[in-house]
């Protein structure tokens, strides 16, 4: 066994029942929210993952509730247990200003699971004159910042010292190695002297290896304790268990060689910049911001890294906040990051630079980094992409980050559901592809329209004695489809030799060219139609339950268009041309 | 050496007019000669649909120059097909009911078409803006383009070999492709379906008082893209009523399919 050094001491704090301890500060928080019943700390809770306890609270546990009971059982021990749903990211989560703490007091910190992290012991003990007084002075901490119970053990190596915080109990009796000190109660400090782990260890049940298969064998074999089983020999344990076996084996002779890891703390990249006076103009607050931009982008590239995801955030001085993510298709520079201000300044499309109040803060963070490696150019350079987004951020600039789009196909059975319209730099939606793969009966077949209107225009169709035609509710058409007029047909002028059209655009504008008393269209003779094909959506939902009947027409000058009859009104949804 | 092939070429196809007649060689050697001037020319020929390929003055659609397609959302996708599926980048400026689906049907990669559905009244600056990045650019004129802005436009396009295509009038403008007549075949009076439709597209090319070519496309054809329709040609009415000729117009030609 390599003799152990001082470098593998590592201290472990350990905060019983974390799960609940999280679980509890969120519902509080719910609680202090609500401003209504608070819970009693008292109370026993446990935690519920998959129908079975993962946690319980010490006063749970002596109503002999334990981890891996079925709920109702434990509910049946203990009827006034308060159930919560386990919810591992919150752990996670809750578990990180706790991990903040022991940074902020010793450096090297490496979390094994929320709830449970090791400290590198050794600079810690000198700095602040010994490992008890360092730990002391770490649950002074925590016990000010309302973690109270905590357990911590000292030894070589890791799996020692983890396993001296979570049994003080059993060695606090009269053969005590070390001593077992309790301060303010029910914390705990445990330190097993250097170089005693293995015989620390010794009298350990094997069950703490935490490989279920290993154990149970072990303890057939009649291996019941980890001294027992660190008397094997090595190279024999090796060969009979494997490599999973020589590491168990290596842990329970109180192994030092596994190192502690530190986390790198996380820098704080988010830059932000008060404006005093508030200022009233897009231009002004972008010039304002322009500096902090270059120095955020600059921060981002001294640690190698790029943006490809910002968060901005902007305040103004009525208290609004308005935050955004922004993707981007390459990654940021600065300008780009102004010009994502500009556009949150500027709200969607609109190019108009009033403000509902003035701005008085202006922020961004990082939303989502990556190793600039992973972004380099190649030897000849990517020129061509480069300078295609370029072209199309100014254009973004021009009219709007929205107005510059890429088309996706998506699911659907109308036709403008089924292009989906991303705008450029904008991830693409998850959900199109998959849901253009469901089967969509009543979709259109080859071949599709090539003009699409987004929305519809109102049509007149009539049967050959001149009434409107109708669908009755079996689907049957009340008269053949005889004379069809398509309203905005009529501005749209098909130019013809001796007179150059004026190339107006079909839709939106045909307000302005011409006075919208353009009630009745002109009406044309269907020289072949086709139909009804029913669509009838989403009928459960009776906010967005669809039932139309499809058409498709074509009239005497050869056009074809798709038309819709919903309700009583008919529809061209789009045109073949 | 390009002159040596281009008149080899030009030898081998003279056996291919043997069964035309007198004008029909004509015109043909005609389209040759175009055809090897424009490629004396410093100017690149994009990838082009086959049939529509043969329509177009110069036997492509060529960069640096405007067309002006005229009235049909569909003739616009089967020009920007070729390009796009050759790994050219589209731009589509000022269409907000371009049928996205229907793209992707003649072969239109929508991985590289960016849309400006709503320019307002900066269309021009956006094609301009969009010119000098994309290969190929499609624009909706909005009102009625003035010569001058026309003229800085085409500047640019040489400049960047880019080329653009107008949907409506455009001044100066290389080729004026515009769809005449079309029939739908696959669809009756209440069944049915559209399954193809039968096109004449005429081409314009030069001043407005250049010559014209026709053909007849598929378009859309049997599988949602462009087609060759087989060649027609008119023939002698045979004496007495035809079946099938209910409409009683004696007037039009007769066509007959060549094969």
Known sequence: MPAPSSSARAIVLWVPDWPVVAALQTAHAAALARAGDDIDDGAPVAVIDRGRVYACSASARTSAVRRGLRVREAQARCPELRTIAYDPVLDARAFEPVLALVEALMPGVQPIRPGLCAIRARGPARFYGGEREAVQRLLGELAAFGLRGCRIGIADGIFAAEQAARHPESISGAESISGTESISGAESIHIVPMGEAARFLAPLPVGILGDPGLTTLLVRLGLRSLGDFAALDAAQVRQRFGEVGAHAHALAGGDTTSGITPRAPQRDLDVGIDLEPPLERIDQVTFAFRTAAERFIAQVSAMHEVCTAVRVSIRSESGQVSEREWQHPRWFTASDVLDRVRWQLQGSGSAAGALSSAICRVAVSPGSRDAASNHEEGLWGSAPDERIHHGLSRVQGLLGHDAVVTPVLGGGRMLAERAVLVAWGDREPADAAASRRRPWPGQLPPPLPARVFSPPRPAVVRSPAGESVTVDERGRVSAPLAQVGVDGQAADVRPNAGRPNAGRPNTGQAADAEPPALLVPQLRAVTAWAGPWSVDERWWDRASARRLHRFQVVDDTGEAWLLLQEGDRWLAEARYD | ?259
């Open chain 2, 1 to 259: 050496m390009n002159t040596v092939s281009v008149a080899i070429d030009i030898v081998e196809h003279m056996f291919e007019y043997e069964g035309m007649t007198g004008s029909e060689r004509v015109q043909a050697l005609q389209a040759r000669i175009t055809q090897m001037q424009r490629r004396t020319l410093d100017e690149r020929a994009l990838p082009t649909l086959p049939p529509l390929a043969e329509l177009l003055p110069g036997g492509a659609m060529r960069a640096g120059s405007a067309y002006s397609v005229i009235e049909s959302h569909a003739l616009v996708m089967a020009m920007l097909a070729g390009p796009s599926e050759a790994g050219s980048w589209c731009g589509v400026v000022g269409v907000p009911d371009f049928g996205v689906e229907a793209a992707a049907g003649f072969g239109i990669d929508l991985q590289r078409l960016v849309l400006v559905p709503n320019p307002g009244d900066q269309w021009l600056t956006v094609t301009a803006a969009l010119v000098d990045v994309l290969p190929v650019v499609v624009t909706q004129p909005r009102g009625r383009v003035n010569e001058a802005d026309a003229a800085r436009l085409a500047a640019r396009l040489r400049q960047r070999g880019a080329t653009l295509i107008a949907v409506g009038p455009w001044p100066q403008s290389e080729a004026r492709l515009s769809v005449e007549t079309g029939s739908w075949s696959g669809i009756g009076a209440g069944f049915g379906r559209l399954r193809q439709r039968s096109v004449t597209v005429t081409v314009a090319s030069g001043a407005d008082t250049g010559r014209r070519r026709r053909g007849r496309l598929w378009l859309p054809g049997g599988n949602a893209g462009l087609e060759a329709a087989p060649r027609l040609v008119a023939v002698d009415r045979p004496e007495g009523a035809l079946p099938w000729d209910a409409s009683g117009s004696t007037d039009e030609p007769l066509l007959r399919t060549v094969v």
